[in-house]
């Protein structure tokens, strides 16, 4: 059964902490992104790595970056976590390949609250 | 930039009845996929549509591709509270990676 796990499901933490969300993949996949989904505005996209240590930036980087060490973690980091930022994260992962149409794996997404 | 516009925002009905939700863009996608989100859990994809005019059928669900590949739709027949959830359609941009831009998302409320 394909997975995709996030470290955890909610955390609460307080503005101008440094916050690291964990996410695992156990399909081989090459590539991996990291999305924030707000009310009303659908699933937006924060980062993406095709490949180890590869990464480029989504639709709205800013206040994020990413790290990606080894194949099956994906890790997103807010340098100095903010109030705006408080949303849920979501994970997933995909394979190549035909024509870009692959399936995202999502992983359950974690609730984050900046206070 | 590309958007996919997705309507309507909610939607709630009752048990048995039909409902409609609309994916529509001015770009044209390559192929554009519909997922199902549960309260709690990430998104699941239901069906990937990449030919214009394509037809596919999921049980009582029809999902429809433009001719034009600008825009999509999703029919349900006889809905059941289990249909409850986020609809959300998503348009695959480009080749790299297969990223998605996706649209707002419908909130479907089936009501017994």
Known sequence: ?115 | TQLLEQSPQFLSIQEGENLTVYCNSSSVFSSLQWYRQEPGEGPVLLVTVVTGGEVKKLKRLTFQFGDARKDSSLHITAAQPGDTGLYLCAGVRGWQGGKLIFGQGTELSVKP
Request: aromatic share 12%; glycine share 8%.
């Open chain 1, 1 to 115: 059964d394909v997975k995709v796990t996030q470290s955890s499901r909610y955390l609460v933490k307080r503005t101008g902490e440094k916050v690291f969300l964990e996410c695992v993949q156990d399909m081989d996949h090459e590539n991996m992104f990291w999305y924030r989904q707000d009310p009303g505005l659908g699933l937006r996209l924060i980062y993406f790595s095709y490949d180890v240590k590869m990464k480029e930036k989504g639709d709205i980087p800013e206040g994020y970056s990413v790290s990606r060490e080894k194949k099956e973690r994906f890790s997103l980091i807010l340098e100095s976590a903010s109030t705006n930022q408080t949303s849920m994260y979501l994970c997933a992962s995909s394979g190549q390949g035909l024509a870009g149409a692959n399936e995202q794996f999502f992983g359950p997404g974690t609730r984050l609250t900046v206070l």
